[in-house]
């Protein structure tokens, strides 16, 4: 069964920068598109970026281009998102999630990040 | 960006009454290959998203067959034949064809 476990959300101030990590099991991660996306509190669903098998290809919602980076290890089955230059409209439940053929197939639980000063 | 709009975003129902929820794209979501990537989500409260439906009509594993999608090139359509107090939550639809993938606002799935 498809784990993904989110971490390394928290409260952040205007301007800082914070690393998600997302920690997977119960497949070959290896061979899987991995995404993130986000959910600002009580609003829609944002799709923010996806990499390839060996994270060679990565693609960005304009947002979020040359602030977020998002990157993965295939030996410790973790993806991550690198995020600089936050600001509040930043804030959001961010989900980690693997990625079928032009599609999304299973998501994490999410991780909380509050830009606030 | 291609917009999708969802329409109503708010659907109070009667349990074991039909629901049905529409989905538009601002652009074809039909691939050169014949394929259309146009997927439904389910966001229960305080949960995150599931998947339900994929390529429009495809049912996931564990679905119950209460859902049905239908639709092709920018019109699509969520059914629920019939709702149970489980199906409470929002429904997003979701374009995966053209970067960056694009959500519709959600709709919220109510019981009367």
């Known amino acids: 069964e498809v784990h993904l476990m989110e971490s390394g959300g928290g409260l952040v101030q205007p301007g800082g920068s914070l690393r998600l990590s997302c920690a997977a099991s119960g497949f070959t991660f290896s061979i899987y598109w991995m995404g993130w996306g986000r959910q600002a509190p009580g609003r829609g669903l944002e799709w923010v970026a996806n990499i390839n098998q060996d994270g060679s290809e990565t693609y960005y919602v304009d947002s979020v281009r040359g602030r977020f980076t998002i990157s993965r290890d295939n030996v410790k089955n973790s993806l991550y998102l690198h995020m600089h230059s936050l600001t509040a409209e930043d804030t959001a439940v961010y989900y980690c999630a693997t990625l079928g053929f032009r599609t999304i197939d299973s998501w994490g639980q999410g991780t909380l990040v509050t830009v606030s000063s | 960006d291609v917009v999708m709009t969802q329409s109503p975003l708010s659907l109070p129902v009667t349990l074991g009454q039909p629901a049905s929820i529409s989905c538009r794209s601002s652009q074809s979501l039909l691939y050169s290959d014949g394929d259309t990537p146009l997927n439904w989500f389910q966001q229960r409260p305080g949960q995150s998203p599931r998947r339900l439906i994929y390529k429009v009509s495809n049912r996931d594993s564990g679905v119950p067959d209460r859902f049905s999608g239908s639709g092709s090139g920018t019109d699509f359509t969520l059914k629920i034949s019939r709702v149970e107090a489980e199906d409470v939550g929002v429904y997003y639809c979701?374009?995966?064809?053209?970067?960056?993938?694009?959500f519709g606002q959600g709709t919220k799935v109510e019981i009367k």
């Open positions: 979701m374009q995966s064809i053209h970067w960056p993938w694009t």
